[in-house]
């Protein structure tokens, strides 16, 4: 039996909920051994299948706090972080600050793209929206998501130049930006990583 090289899925889970995932992962694989690894924890269970789990953010100089390598992850993921979000595709854009799961600021807006000159115009308006949103917070990250080319070109803008030096958190998987998504996103920023490789056989 060997592992495949790409992750089967990808999921995030809130930290609140991290235990629970853990137990009905290693239910579902007829058990489960769970060490620290590199950053984060990984989980091998007795029918082949593993899990990564990984923290949103880096320490930053408070590790987690807990008797076990779950509970520490769970804790820094519990731990209070301002995050800058913005997301874009050619269908709109969605700026907000996300702090504890919830939206402490936002703005999102439609616009559907075809041309150079209009994806200029979505890149420009979004650039515009983000720096006055972010402008009322202090932000420990900056997070992207949707579009990478797009998303890259907006932070490039003038206006955003102070949050290059921001940490950048990995690019969110999102469809085109709209309130519930930048809601979710918001969720997700603060919860534990996961990606999940199924046993298969080759």
């Keep these: 039996m060997e592992k495949s090289l790409h992750p089967s ?77 913005l997301l874009i595709r050619r269908g709109g854009y969605a700026v907000g600050v996300a702090q504890n799961g919830t939206l402490l600021a936002r703005k999102c807006g439609k616009r559907n793209v075809s041309g150079r000159t209009a994806t200029g115009g979505l890149v420009s308006t979004a650039a515009g929206y983000a720096a006055t949103v972010f402008a009322a917070y202090r932000l420990d990250y900056v997070v992207l998501g949707g579009d990478k080319t797009l998303a890259q070109q907006v932070v490039a803008e003038p206006e955003l130049a102070a949050y290059l030096r921001i940490p950048r958190l990995p690019l969110l998987d999102v469809p085109d930006p709209r309130l519930r998504v930048l809601e979710q996103a918001a969720r997700d920023v603060r919860s534990v990583r996961v990606k999940v490789w199924d046993p298969q056989v080759y």
């Design 9 to 85: 899925r990808s999921t995030f889970v809130p930290p609140e909920r991290l235990e629970g995932w853990v137990v009905r992962f290693g239910e579902a694989h007829g058990g489960l051994e769970v060490n620290a690894h590199d950053d984060g924890v990984a989980l091998t269970c007795a029918d082949g299948a593993s899990a990564g789990l990984l923290p949103p953010w880096p320490a930053d100089g408070r590790p987690g706090i807990g008797a076990s390598s779950l509970e520490r992850l769970a804790h820094r993921s519990q731990q209070s972080r301002s995050v800058g979000v």
